[in-house]
């Protein structure tokens, strides 16, 4: 007799079905209806092909995002408690049951995600890897280049045929296979798609792509490059993710929203066999996310832009409405304050914490929302329209990443816009931007807050930064874009080794930074500082 604590996915997939997702559908519902434990998945690939349409508003998320309200999805979860997916593994322990996302092969399009979970509290997803049928992304080496244009003969393999993308390219050694240079095309392509030429030979007609790549180095690129999320976890609280394989993705490959303590251990975003690169866009994107957020023996490689992005989106005054209350704007998607909580409101570079008494949801507008908040106290008369205030329950209280590796990262290993952060033996190969880069940005995407209390330890950096973003390279960046102040503070940064990089610390924007015990071996400039803008920088026993 089965257990009716566990719902077995098989029950509900009919014999010789082209499309498993509707079963699935299936088998979340009745757990969820009879408060099941567990949805088992047997060792094997499970083939979506069918979707359904949720009402959203988890789409807008940057300045490229889509301004509709509803989203294609395989498996959509909403309102589960106490549920674990549980796939299984093969006889070294990866992931045996993998979810293949369908692919429409549409250019530059949006894509059904395969796991879309909201409102689902004590959530577990285990033992299952993600990947998209065929393939978003490709790779080859170059054969020829002739100014205008270039021939690539396709790794076998890997998707190939006419018509396909040409989105966030990026070039590798040959031998080594390391990241080189600065990406060859973004999120808006080469103006141009590939052309079929022969069996595994295509063309691409750009003179810009042409003037970047050489004969002999591998390539690869995207059918597109949207902010797309194909897992997506919001407001699911005491969120655990174990032992996950991201093969391929579309957009980003995690996104978690608005979800409170995280626990991930060994999430693995890696391409097959030789394909170069997993997404053309964020590994996982932790977004609004606080409480306790702890991540351990993670690897990603290859993806556009960051590996591990995390943030919140500035509060900017808008006016004050009393003595002790104010209208705020915020950018993109809602979600909601914590009566309680603190603000830190910004009069320059020095913040003043006010704990929120009430709050509402005022409206949306302007590719955003306002809100108005009265605080315990009245607010200074210094504090004029465009204070920028960061909400402390749109943060974590404490991240740690430990024992992880990041390669071959066209962007970041680490985007930070956090405090209380702790990264712990971690390894950054081969990384366009620095391997960590600490600091908010204001300009575009207003996203913060700034970085403070900070811990690097005992990390190792090899052939990072090589390529400045916001102002920053080296293998540790430092800097608020759009500021110009002491805003990133109490950071430790010691014991690390650096190598094989222009600059070992690049420090912008800070203050009370201190470096212990870091070894820098060919690092042409080991600690770059600038004095406009910054404060104390304190050196102790490091090797330079």
């Given at each position: 007799?089965?257990?009716?604590?566990?719902?077995?996915?098989?029950?509900?997939?009919?014999d010789?079905?082209?499309?498993?997702?509707?079963?699935?559908?299936?088998?979340?519902?009745?757990?969820?209806?009879?408060?099941?434990?567990?949805?088992?998945?047997?060792?094997?690939?499970?083939?979506?092909?069918?979707?359904?349409?949720?009402?959203?508003?988890?789409i807008?998320?940057?300045?490229?995002?889509?301004?509709?309200t509803?989203?294609?999805?395989?498996?959509?979860?909403?309102?589960?408690?106490?549920?674990?997916?549980?796939?299984?593994?093969?006889?070294?322990?990866?992931?045996?049951?993998?979810?293949?996302?369908?692919?429409?092969?549409?250019?530059?399009?949006?894509?059904?995600?395969?796991?879309?979970?909201?409102?689902?509290?004590?959530?577990?997803?285990?033992?299952?890897?993600?990947?998209?049928?065929?393939?978003?992304?490709?790779?080859?080496?170059?054969?020829?280049?002739?100014?205008?244009?270039?021939?690539?003969?396709?790794?076998?393999?890997?998707?190939?045929?006419?018509?396909?993308?040409?989105?966030?390219?990026?070039?590798?050694?040959?031998?080594?296979?390391a990241?080189?240079?600065e990406?060859?095309?973004?999120?808006?392509?080469?103006?141009?798609?590939?052309?079929?030429?022969?069996?595994?030979?295509?063309?691409?007609?750009?003179?810009?792509v042409?003037?970047?790549?050489?004969?002999?180095?591998?390539?690869?690129?995207?059918?597109?490059?949207?902010?797309d999320?194909?897992?997506?976890?919001?407001?699911?609280?005491?969120?655990?993710?174990?032992?996950?394989?991201?093969?391929n993705?579309?957009?980003?490959?995690?996104?978690?929203?608005?979800?409170?303590d995280?626990?991930?251990?060994?999430?693995?975003?890696?391409?097959?066999?030789?394909?170069?690169?997993?997404?053309?866009?964020?590994?996982?994107?932790?977004?609004?996310?606080?409480?306790?957020?702890?991540?351990?023996?993670?690897?990603?490689?290859?993806?556009?832009?960051?590996?591990?992005?995390?943030?919140?989106?500035?509060?900017?005054?808008?006016?004050?409405?009393?003595?002790?209350?104010?209208?705020?704007?915020?950018?993109?998607?809602?979600?909601?304050?914590?009566?309680?909580?603190?603000?830190?409101?910004?009069?320059?570079?020095t913040?003043?914490?006010?704990?929120?008494?009430?709050?509402?949801?005022?409206?949306?507008?302007?590719?955003?929302?306002?809100?108005?908040?009265?605080?315990?106290?009245?607010?200074?008369?210094?504090?004029?329209?465009?204070?920028?205030?960061?909400?402390?329950?749109?943060?974590?209280?404490?991240?740690?990443?430990?024992?992880?590796?990041?390669?071959?990262?066209?962007?970041?290993?680490?985007?930070?816009?956090?405090?209380?952060?702790?990264?712990?033996?971690?390894t950054?190969?081969?990384?366009?931007?620095?391997?960590?880069?600490?600091?908010?940005?204001?300009?575009?995407?207003?996203?913060?807050?700034?970085?403070?209390?900070?811990?690097?330890?005992?990390?190792?950096?090899?052939?990072?930064?090589?390529?400045?973003?916001?102002?920053?390279?080296?293998?540790?960046?430092?800097?608020?874009?759009?500021?110009?102040?002491?805003?990133?503070?109490?950071?430790?940064?010691?014991?690390?080794?650096?190598?094989?990089?222009?600059?070992?610390?690049?420090?912008?924007?800070?203050?009370?930074?201190y470096?212990?015990?870091?070894?820098?071996?060919?690092?042409?400039?080991?600690?770059?500082?600038?004095?406009?803008?910054?404060?104390?920088?304190?050196?102790?026993?490091?090797?330079?």
């Amino acid at each position: 007799m089965k257990n009716t604590a566990i719902i077995y996915v098989e029950d509900f997939i009919e014999d010789n079905s082209p499309d498993d997702a509707s079963g699935i559908r299936a088998a979340i519902q009745k757990a969820i209806d009879i408060q099941a434990k567990i949805v088992f998945f047997e060792p094997r690939s499970y083939i979506l092909r069918t979707s359904v349409d949720i009402q959203t508003e988890a789409i807008a998320h940057d300045a490229g995002s889509s301004v509709e309200t509803h989203k294609a999805c395989h498996i959509p979860i909403h309102g589960a408690q106490n549920l674990t997916l549980q796939g299984a593994t093969n006889d070294k322990g990866e992931p045996a049951t993998i979810f293949i996302g369908y692919n429409d092969l549409q250019i530059h399009n949006y894509l059904p995600a395969i796991l879309w979970c909201e409102d689902s509290d004590d959530l577990q997803v285990n033992n299952i890897a993600f990947t998209r049928g065929p393939e978003f992304t490709s790779a080859g080496v170059v054969i020829a280049n002739e100014d205008d244009q270039i021939t690539v003969e396709v790794f076998p393999g890997n998707p190939c045929y006419d018509g396909m993308g040409s989105y966030c390219m990026n070039r590798f050694h040959p031998i080594t296979g390391a990241l080189v240079g600065e990406s060859v095309t973004y999120g808006d392509g080469a103006g141009d798609v590939w052309r079929l030429q022969g069996e595994r030979l295509v063309s691409l007609t750009s003179s810009r792509v042409a003037s970047k790549v050489q004969t002999g180095e591998h390539v690869s690129w995207h059918q597109g490059a949207r902010t797309d999320f194909q897992t997506y976890f919001a407001n699911c609280n005491q969120l655990t993710l174990k032992n996950l394989r991201i093969y391929n993705a579309n957009g980003f490959a995690i996104l978690t929203e608005s979800c409170h303590d995280i626990t991930a251990d060994h999430i693995v975003f890696k391409p097959a066999g030789n394909q170069l690169f997993t997404a053309p866009r964020d590994a996982w994107k932790i977004f609004k996310c606080s409480g306790n957020i702890e991540v351990s023996r993670m690897y990603i490689e290859g993806v556009r832009m960051d590996g591990q992005n995390m943030h919140s989106n500035w509060l900017v005054l808008v006016q004050h409405t009393s003595a002790n209350e104010a209208l705020f704007f915020c950018k993109y998607t809602f979600a909601p304050l914590q009566t309680g909580s603190l603000v830190e409101l910004y009069h320059e570079d020095t913040a003043m914490a006010f704990h929120i008494t009430d709050w509402s949801h005022v409206s949306k507008g302007d590719n955003g929302n306002y809100y108005r908040i009265s605080f315990d106290r009245e607010l200074p008369i210094e504090l004029k329209e465009g204070a920028l205030g960061s909400a402390f329950c749109w943060k974590a209280s404490r991240y740690i990443c430990k024992d992880s590796e990041f390669v071959n990262i066209a962007g970041a290993g680490h985007l930070v816009r956090y405090d209380h952060l702790y990264i712990l033996n971690c390894t950054y190969r081969n990384t366009m931007n620095p391997g960590i880069l600490l600091g908010a940005e204001l300009p575009v995407h207003s996203e913060g807050g700034h970085a403070s209390d900070i811990v690097i330890k005992g990390c190792e950096f090899d052939n990072c930064g090589f390529f400045p973003r916001y102002g920053a390279s080296g293998c540790i960046g430092i800097k608020s874009y759009g500021f110009s102040g002491k805003f990133n503070r109490s950071i430790i940064i010691a014991n690390n080794r650096m190598k094989n990089a222009p600059i070992g610390i690049h420090a912008v924007d800070v203050d009370d930074v201190y470096l212990i015990g870091n070894v820098f071996e060919g690092i042409e400039v080991p600690i770059k500082q600038d004095d406009q803008s910054s404060g104390k920088v304190w050196t102790y026993g490091d090797d330079i």
